[in-house]
């Protein structure tokens, strides 16, 4: 089936790519249709589009609801979405992170992939080459930039410049996140990386004490502000996030011996003698 203009997508909440390029360039290994197979050399129709992307972070990529997640010998872990009259299957997973029938909007984290990904997509049923319906994304996506809104609205009432304690070194934090959070999220959920019961329950303690100062539901609840929290929040989404990230260079030092540049000797030495 050949894509058409009148096949266009549209998403209330902006539009996303599937994934973001670490490193600017992302390997296409294997494209849509009569391929040879890259290990048996023989002749087959892929029902997809393959990309090199070793624990990625994936993404929806506009309004959707998860329709499917299961396993076959083929494809391994998938998880299939659907936005609109688009059926979209994320394949040869590490793991999915949304349940069946969670409401997904763009930007939403779905699930992480394996050491590759395989795309395929639907179109009222009719299979699609994925790179049209790509093509068609990256084209929404630049058409709403160029109009001056974000592909992703952030919070409608809450400005998401948070202040932490981190600000100096936010640049590398976020190289390392790219690097390392999918592992960071799997781990969490397989029970390797047990978090901190300190920094569980000083969470605990924010979010209850946040109730109790009636700092959720200021503001009517939307699918971008879901608690519904305002600018009076401010501080307490400053230390959760402060919690977050510290936890996050917890994982580091524990699980793979990675540290800040800017962290001393005596500070790696402290986060490694951490309970």
């Known amino acids: 089936m050949d894509y058409t203009q009148d096949m266009n997508l549209a998403s209330a909440s902006g539009y996303c790519m599937p994934f973001e390029e670490r490193d600017g360039n992302v390997k296409l290994t294997l494209g849509y249709g009569e391929q040879t197979h890259p290990r048996t050399g023989e002749n087959f129709f892929h029902h997809g589009t393959d990309f090199a992307v070793n624990r990625y972070l994936l993404m929806a990529v506009a309004d959707g609801v998860v329709t499917g997640i299961g396993s076959n010998p083929v494809h391994g872990l998938f998880l299939t979405t659907r936005y609109g009259k688009y059926e979209v299957t ?47 994304l990256y084209g929404n996506l630049k058409m709403t930039l160029q109009q001056g809104h974000a592909g992703m609205p952030d919070f409608e009432t809450l400005e998401m410049d948070i202040p ?7 640049d590398e934090i976020g190289e390392l996140m790219l690097r390392f959070y999918p592992d960071y999220l799997s781990e969490i959920g397989s029970g390797l990386y047990p978090v901190p019961e300190r920094t569980a329950q000083s969470l605990r303690n924010i979010f209850s004490l946040s109730a109790i100062r009636n700092y959720f539901y200021e503001t009517i609840p ?9 600018a009076r929040a401010m501080p307490i989404a400053a230390k959760v996030q402060n919690l977050l990230i510290g936890d996050f260079l917890n994982y580091l030092a524990l699980r793979h011996g990675v540290f800040l540049s800017t962290t001393g000797e005596s500070g790696k030495k402290k986060d490694l003698t951490k309970p």
């Open 90 to 136: 994320y394949a040869h997973l590490a793991r999915a992170m949304v349940p069946f029938g969670a409401r997904v909007r763009a930007g939403s984290l779905l699930a992480i992939s394996g050491s590759l990904l395989h795309i395929g997509v639907k179109y009222d049923g009719e299979e699609i080459n994925p790179i049209d319906f790509l093509a068609m």
């Open 164 to 170: 932490t304690d981190y600000d100096d070194d936010r």
């Open 222 to 230: 939307s699918l971008a502000n879901p608690l519904g929290i305002s």
